[in-house]
């Protein structure tokens, strides 16, 4: 299986700084790569698949990039909205795995 | 409206089965897999199963195989997920999640752009 590696595991952030959360994974997976928002009690949102193609309706504000191994999500000016957990995930073989997630909270 | 919607969460005791069922509406149920990814109380995401728009193909998480059996009936818009020998570290919410490109009788690369609002399953004496 791919083994899917996010760092940092949380992070304290203030509105309007840049924030960069990476994903590792074990094994090339071109770039068959996901990232998900979820707020407490709610389900995933999906905002970025694959790599670096932003899903229709998520602000500009969120980028991605990567490929082979090594992804970043980018949150260029946080905003209030986007306190949240974050996760990467492959899609390129089954078990399709998720990153362990990042918490981006308040500072 | 693209929709989905989980039932059959409980409270089971260790052993015991259960069976979740996933309605879904506003697209052509068939040409879209659809998975089941579960989260522990205050845990990450873990993707438990994925089926074809088709139902011809099938695959399972480690942690499941041999346990969960995912099927769809495409005339109802239900996908379902039987789960047998419950154990403690199954509990959890599931959600239900449609990939978010078309395939039938293949899967698809995408990740999954719905999902619904999960069904929690509980497994305790």
């Known amino acids: 299986d791919i083994q899917m590696t996010q760092s940092p595991s949380s992070l304290s952030a203030s509105v309007g700084d840049r924030v960069t959360i990476t994903c590792r994974a074990s094994?090339?997976?071109?770039?068959?790569l996901n990232w998900y928002q979820q707020k407490p009690g709610k389900a995933p949102k999906l905002l970025i698949c694959?790599?670096?193609s932003l899903q229709s309706g998520v602000p500009s504000r969120f980028s991605g990039s990567g490929s082979g191994t090594d992804f970043t999500l980018t949150i260029s000016s946080l905003q209030p909205e986007d306190f949240a957990t974050y996760y990467c995930?492959?899609?390129?073989?089954?078990?399709?795995?998720f990153g362990q997630g990042t918490k981006v909270e308040i500072k | 409206e693209v929709l989905l919607s989980e039932s059959g969460g409980h409270l089971v005791e260790p052993g015991g089965s259960l069976r979740l069922s996933c309605a879904a509406s506003?697209?052509?149920?068939?040409?879209?897999?659809i998975n089941w990814v579960r989260q522990a109380p205050g845990k990450g995401l873990e993707w438990v199963s994925v089926?074809?728009?088709?139902?011809?193909?099938?695959f399972y998480a480690d942690s499941v195989k041999g346990r969960f059996s995912i099927s769809r009936d495409n005339s109802k818009n239900t996908v379902y997920l039987q789960m047998n020998s419950l154990r403690a570290e199954d509990t959890a919410v599931y959600y239900c999640?449609?990939?978010?490109?078309?395939?039938?009788?293949?899967?698809?690369?995408?990740?999954?752009?719905?999902w619904g609002q999960g069904t929690t399953v509980t497994v305790s004496s």
């Open positions: 999640a449609k990939d978010r490109d078309y395939s039938s009788d293949y899967l698809s690369y995408s990740g999954v752009d719905v």
């Open positions: 506003g697209f052509t149920f068939s040409n879209f897999a």
């Open positions: 089926i074809s728009g088709g139902g011809g193909r099938t």
């Open positions: 094994q090339s997976i071109s770039s068959y």
């Open positions: 694959p790599a670096s």
């Open positions: 995930q492959q899609t390129y073989i089954v078990p399709r795995t």
